[in-house]
């Protein structure tokens, strides 16, 4: 059986881009608006010899009398259910939300192995920024770009060391 990789975190930190990379594939929906993505969306990758399975999760939006927030933590609860490693994305740029703080929350009850990575990290200097991300509690920020590529790999290797 092939690891499964489900890509977590709010809507608009870089998840299908990353998905996309991943799966060197165009398939998910990368949007310029917050939580295009309607459904998890599965693909497959590779990392040198190792393959996986990945998992993209964002639409978030709410079915009738529930609020986005219960919306985000039942998908996120799914796709980390289906999950053998969680890779819980966040926005380097953007810092830290109270979203973020949410989903960590969620991620620590659910109990599964989780690499953090702070996206759109191309071209910072300011670790400060990356800093901030100590607060989730949930170990080591890995900056990464989906957009470029860089640090990608090493977080795909970490994850998958994880198991
Ligand atoms: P999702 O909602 O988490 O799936 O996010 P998307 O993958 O749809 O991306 C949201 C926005 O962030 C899009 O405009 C992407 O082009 C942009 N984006 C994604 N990854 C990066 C990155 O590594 N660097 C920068 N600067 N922008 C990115
Ligand atoms: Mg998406």
């Known amino acids: ?13 870089g998840k299908s881009t990353l998905f996309n990379r991943l799966t060197g594939t165009r398939d998910a929906i990368v949007a310029d608006f917050a939580g295009l993505t309607r459904d998890r969306h599965y693909g497959s990758g590779r990392a040198g010899p190792r393959e996986f399975i990945v998992i993209d999760t964002g639409g978030f939006e709410p079915d009738a009398g529930s609020g986005i927030y219960q919306e985000m933590a039942k998908q996120t609860r799914q796709a980390v259910a289906e999950a053998d490693v969680v890779v819980f994305v966040v926005d380097a740029r953007e810092g830290l939300s109270a979203q973020d703080h949410d989903i960590a929350n969620e991620l620590r009850r659910l109990g599964k192995p989780c690499v953090l990575a702070a996206n759109k990290a191309e071209g910072m200097k300011d670790a400060a920024r990356l800093g901030e991300f100590y607060e989730l509690g ?26």
């Open 1 to 13: 059986m092939k690891p499964v990789l489900a890509l977590v975190g709010r809507p608009n930190v």
């Open 138 to 163: 949930l170990g080591e920020v890995h900056p990464v770009s989906s957009a470029h590529g860089q640090g990608v790999r090493a977080l795909v290797d970490l994850a998958l060391d994880a198991l």
